[in-house]
């Protein structure tokens, strides 16, 4: 009896195993296609980086080419823009009045419109 009590539990195990066998399987199969995902999001991600990147480089080159020193948007700081030019540029198109408040209202628009689309970039 004790034989056959072995050999029930022995093919009891048996099975257990194949199924735990089975289950490590799947799970390596799933392991596997999110290892090839990662991969080619990675590339992607290095793609589109290597893209902005060039993006950026073709842009600072054009603006340098495009603009002229009289007219040309300085920068303080990084990322700030100098409201001297905006000022220069509003006192030769409306009264004085008006000058020193419409340049202030254009470089504030003009730099809300920078930090908003240096989030979007950030977000990429």
């Known amino acids: 009896m004790s034989n056959i009590h072995q050999r029930r539990k022995f093919d009891e195990l048996n099975k257990v195993l194949k199924t735990i066998t089975n289950d490590l399987e799947g799970i390596e199969d ?3 296609g999110s290892e090839a995902l990662n991969q080619v999001l990675t590339v ?3 793609e589109a980086n290597d893209q902005l990147n060039e993006s950026r480089t073709a842009l600072i080159k054009g603006w340098k080419e495009f603009s002229d020193k009289m007219y040309a948007i300085g920068i303080k ?3 700030e823009l100098d ?3 905006f000022k220069v540029a509003c006192y030769k198109k409306y009264q ?3 000058a020193e408040t419409k340049a202030s ?3 504030s628009s003009w730099q809300n419109k ?3 689309h240096s989030t979007m970039l950030e977000q990429l």
Request: glycine share 4%; aromatic share 0%.
């Open 30 to 32: 799933k392991l596997d």
């Open 44 to 46: 992607k991600q290095r």
């Open 77 to 79: 700081r990084m990322g």
């Open 83 to 85: 409201l001297e030019p």
């Open 96 to 98: 004085a009045a008006v």
């Open 105 to 107: 209202q254009l470089c």
């Open 114 to 116: 920078l930090t908003d």
